[in-house]
Every structure is written in C-alpha cells, then in structure tokens.
C-alpha cells in the first residue's frame, strides 16, 4: 500500500475550529458527523506490518476477521491531534469514500477507537507505483520492459483521467497528481492514491495558511499556501494563487511528459512555456506530443478542456486514430530540415545523420510523401564523399571480420603444404638446409596467418612481410623441385589467398604481389641459366630432366607425393575459390533483398524512378 501520509487532506463539508478541543468535545464533533464508536481495531482487526507513514498518519497491513480479507487501516500517529489535523484526516476519508470509482481505492470503514481518535480501513493496494515502473523502464530494466509497455502505461492513464473527471464533477480537486500517487496492480488494476490534501470547492480548506518549514524533496507533497509537489504544480498553483480543475489537467499532462519520455518532468515545469516530449524523444507521436502541450500549457485558458477530454484523445490514439492533417504538415516539415541538411553533408557529417534522421521520420509520418520518399532514395544509391565517423567505425570493424575469415583461410592452405613434411623425411633428405629453411617459413606464415584471426592491429609493414614469406616459401620450392613444377601453382593459390585478404585493396600492392611471386617462380630459373647457382632442370632435345637438389627421388615416394600434391592443390584452390565466390554470393543476396525491401517502404519512389 503506497500512501504520502506526510499530504493528509481532508474532504468534510464542516467547518472547524482551528484551536484546541477536549477529548469530550471531539466525542461529540465525531457524533454530529455519523462516524460510529466502533472498538479498537485491534479487537477486529489482526495488525500486520507498518505499510508508510508520514508526520500525521500511518497506514498498518491488517486481515479482517469478520470478512476474512486483507485491508490497510490509516490512523493517526498522535494520542493528542488538534481539532484541525482531525478535520484534514476526516476530510481524506471522507472524500476517499464519496468518490466511488474503480480507479480510486474504496474505503470500507470509517470509525473512532476507545480513545476518541479516527481511523479509516480502505481496500489493500498490491503493485508497483507509476514513478518506480518509470524509473525502472528508462533503465532498461528488462522485466520491466517486459511487463509495461508503453501502451499499458497509457491505458492506465486513461482510467486514471476518468477517475480525475469524477473527482471534478464532485466539485473535488486532488492537487496532488504524480506517477508516485499512481499505483498499477498486478491482474491490470490501476489505483489514483492519496487524496490528502484534495481540495473540495466552495468547502472551508484546512491546509490554507498552513506553514511548512521544512525543504521539501523533489517528489514530496508541500503543504501549506503552495500546496502540491514541485514540478507537478501548475504556475497558478506554484504561485500560491486560487486553483482549480485545470490544475489537475497540468499535473495530469506532467504525468503523460513522462509516460511518452521516461524522464522526469523539469524542477520549473511550465514556468515559461508548455512541456514538448518531442524535444526529448523524438519517436513520439505527433498526436499525444500536441496533447501534452496543450495539456501543460501556462495559462489555465488555454489547457485541455477537462480530464475527460484528456482521457479521451489518448484513448483514441490507443485506437489507432491519428490526425492525417497533422502528421502531413509535421512531415513537410522534417523533409524541409532534411533538405537542408543533405545540402551540407560533404561538408559535415553530422549533417548527413541528420538527413536521413529527418528524411526517415518525413516518411514515418507520411508514407506517401514521394519527395521525402526520392530523398531516402537518394541516400541509399549516392554515399556522401566524407564518411561519418561512426560508419568509418563499423567499416573498419567489417573489415577486421573479413581479414579474420581470410586468415583461416590461409592457415588452411599453409597446413596443406605442412602435410608434405613427413613425406619428404620418407623420401630421403639429401641437403637438409632447404628443407628446414622450408619448415621455419611454412611455421612463420601459419604463426603470421593466426594472430590475423586475433583482433588486434597490425601495422603497416604487415603485407610487405606477408608477400616476403609467400615469396621466400615459392623460392624455396622452386629450388628443390624445379621451377616449373610445383612453385607456380603455390605461387598462384598464394596470390589467390593474399588477393582475398583486406590488407591486398591498393593497385599497388596486387602488382607488387604478382612481381614478387612471379619472381620467385622465375628468378631462380634465371640464376640457374646465368650459371650463377646449379641447375635443377636440363632441357635437351627430347628430353625434360628434373634433378632435385635437396632429397631423394625414389619412385613410390615421389609419384605418391606428386599425386598427393596435385590432389592437394586442386582441392584447396576450390575450396579457396568456393569460399569467395560464396561470401560474394551472400553480400549480392543481402544487397538485393535490402533493395526489394527499400523499394516496399517507398513505393511511390520506386515506381518514379522505373
């Protein structure tokens, strides 16, 4: 049970004296009025735990015993109240009472105990008040989120303007509405609590005059000339100045400010000008943006109508009603702002977020706005020259992803040629050198191909010692198996994996690639013609002879090993070549479903463009 038991109201129709009264006196006051001397309610009632209290009251979980049902009874603190705190606790009970809504919590009794003293037992409340569920939601509280969408939230404000709109024909101002007095039971009850300092026109006030010296907190209820919570007054009540339903319509549109942005409503709230949630979250409709700005307008004239009124657009709203003429004019609006903006996004990049920002709430609103359409358009066909930082951001980390899959990629293929090691051993070393020169490379390469599937940076000179391995790897085998054998096809399903990877993008680098590797296909070739190194091939007439300088050429290791090789190859430049092709495959699907679906959102722009 949720109660600002600091806020006691009251709701009598009589007046009372403002100075002190015998307990005889009270007796006989309490008579006049038609409340009844009932016993203690510790003789019915079983007392539980304190649910709150405040510098008057306090509110007590209870089970009834006659009714076998759980309440909450709010009596007075104090043994020796005054005449007028009496008058402020009945007023409460008796407005509380009088209001029969099912928005407002009923009381079931009404009753002095064996010393003279009121007490009230009202209907147990359970939930969670609409300033803790707020709170909560604007910190992303997932069960939360989950259980109090923001349609909910505004379903419970609607019942909550009803109950207001009672109030108000019952000549009955609450003067105290905030989402800490809004209470959401768990099975869809919505509750309007503490009545305490209501207002009951035309009605003697027992908290006018009243001082308060204490500083109150941001959420607290102020008695006293300035009777109300800060940030929830209207001006003429702030002011301290007569106040009336249109008070409540402000308090009302505070708590809607709320509602459609999850903030709280500011200290100094229509001091100068109307709450617009819009200028805090900008995805609120157009609709219940106006209402609240009319709701929380300075000027009582120029408010909402009633609390019936209130209620009544945010449930059409709910319905699905919107105001076509308003959403049409707001969206020239945003497509003008966009228009601006796509002007200077080559110059500033936060003008190009604020395009498409405009562009796309232009054609939220209006769907068939075919200029705001050609605009969207426009932006996903044209990239501006300067790239925001964000997407700069994002592209970097595209790339890092892609550097990571070629990586594996290439530690794939530098393992295949890893497997031939214990075939060379079989086949006999005859010059150790190269084949150990061979393994250290093969062992760089793979050690340089997995840290790129580490999300680390690698510095500039990391292609250079990419290609520089690859070359020194294709050199080796052209020297131990020839030029013309087996180091042009690992020359070329290296120059395949290194084209794949992000690093290889620049004209400059995809020629150096192929006059490196090439070279060490064809260098080697070379110095053995120029006589400068020993020759590995001797062509003769009819004759190609191959003559391996590092290991033995035994005819079952050799021919296994040359079968194994061609296998070997085939099967990785495939799957290599399979791997782009595919990934290419996948951005071109993504590319043309992304189309086919901008082309459903602005049809209108579509069609004008064929």
């Known amino acids: ?32 009025r038609g409340a009844t001397i009932a016993p203690s309610p510790d003789e019915r009632y079983q007392l539980l735990e304190l649910l709150g209290q405040g510098g008057m009251g306090q509110v007590i979980a209870a089970h009834d015993s006659v009714l076998g049902r759980d309440v909450a009874i709010k009596r007075m603190r104090s043994d020796t109240p005054s005449a007028l705190q009496i008058s402020r ?3 409460e009970a008796h407005i509380q009472g009088l209001l029969d809504h099912p928005t407002i919590p009923p009381v079931h009794e009404l009753a002095h105990d064996e010393r003279g003293l009121p007490y009230f037992v009202m209907k147990r409340l359970s939930g969670m008040t ?20 923001r349609s909910r939230l505004l379903r419970a404000f609607v019942d909550v303007c009803l109950a ?94 709320e509602i459609l942005t999850f903030m709280r409503v500011p200290a100094e709230s229509g001091v100068h000008a109307s709450l617009r949630p819009s200028q805090h979250e900008p995805d609120v409709s157009p609709e219940l943006d106006a209402l609240c700005v009319k709701a929380t307008a300075p000027v009582p004239a120029a408010r909402v109508a009633s609390a019936r009124e209130l209620g009544a657009v ?29 002007l200077k996004r080559d110059i500033d990049d936060g003008q190009e977020r604020l395009a498409i920002r405009e562009a796309g709430r232009a054609l939220a609103l209006n769907p068939t706005h075919a200029n705001a359409a050609q605009l969207v358009t426009w932006f996903m066909l044209e990239p501006p020259r300067l790239l925001p930082d964000e997407l700069t951001r994002e592209l970097q980390e595209a790339a890092m992803e892609e550097r990571q899959r070629q990586a594996r990629i290439g530690i794939g293929a530098y393992a295949v040629l890893g497997v031939f090691i214990p075939h060379l051993v079989w086949a006999g070393i005859r010059k150790p050198l190269p ?28 292609p250079i010692l990419t290609l520089s391995l690859s070359a020194i790897l294709v050199a080796l085998l052209a020297r131990m198996y020839s030029p013309f054998i087996i180091a042009p096809g690992v020359a070329a399903l290296t120059g395949v994996v ?36 020993s020759p590995t091939i001797r062509l003769t007439g009819d004759e190609f002879v191959i003559s391996n300088l590092a290991l033995e050429l035994p005819p079952l290791p050799t021919g296994l090993g040359l079968t194994g090789y061609v296998i070997g190859f085939i099967g990785v430049a495939t799957i290599v070549s399979w791997a782009i092709a595919n990934r290419f495959a996948e951005a071109q699907r993504r590319l043309h479903i992304q189309a086919w679906q901008l082309r459903q959102l602005i049809p209108d722009a579509a069609a004008s463009s064929s």
């Not at 006691?8 to 006049?32: F, H, I, N």
């Not at 010296?213 to 607290?220: H, R």
């Not at 308003?326 to 497509?335: I, N, P, T, V, W």
């Not at 290194?498 to 006059?515: D, N």
Request: hydrophobic share 45%.
């Open 89 to 91: 606790f009945l007023r």
């Open 164 to 257: 207001v709109e009672l109030a108000h024909t019952r000549g009955i101002i609450h003067r105290d509405i905030k989402p800490a007095n809004i209470m959401l039971g768990e099975f869809g009850e919505v509750f309007l609590i503490d009545w305490g300092v209501a207002k009951v026109t035309g009605d003697f006030d027992p908290w006018a005059g009243s001082s308060n010296d204490a500083a109150p907190e941001v959420d607290a209820t102020v008695p006293g000339t300035v009777i109300g919570t800060p940030g929830y007054m209207s001006p003429e009540q702030r002011h301290g100045d007569e106040v009336d339903a249109r008070s409540d319509i402000f308090a009302l549109g505070c708590v809607l400010f």
């Open 314 to 342: 945010t449930q059409r709203f709910l319905d699905g009603d919107r105001d076509l003429e308003l959403r049409k004019r707001l969206a020239d609006e945003h497509y003008r702002r966009a228009a601006r903006a796509a």
């Open 130 to 149: 609409l300033g803790k569920i707020i709170d909560r939601l604007a910190a992303g509280d997932p069960a939360v989120v989950a259980q109090f969408p």
């Open 1 to 32: 049970m949720a109660s600002n038991d600091g806020d006691e109201g009251g709701t009598s129709p009589y007046q009372v004296d403002t100075g002190a009264a015998t307990e005889s006196e009270q007796l006989r006051e309490q008579r006049k």
């Open 435 to 462: 084949v150990v020169a061979l393994v250290v490379v093969l062992g760089l390469l793979i050690g340089h191909a997995f840290l790129g599937t580490r999300t680390i940076r690698f510095p500039r000179f990391a």
């Open 498 to 533: 290194l084209m794949g990877s992000a690093m290889f993008r620049t004209k400059r680098l995809v020629a150096a690639a192929i006059g490196v590797l090439s070279l060490a296909v064809v260098g080697p070739y070379m110095l053995e013609a120029l006589g400068v190194i």
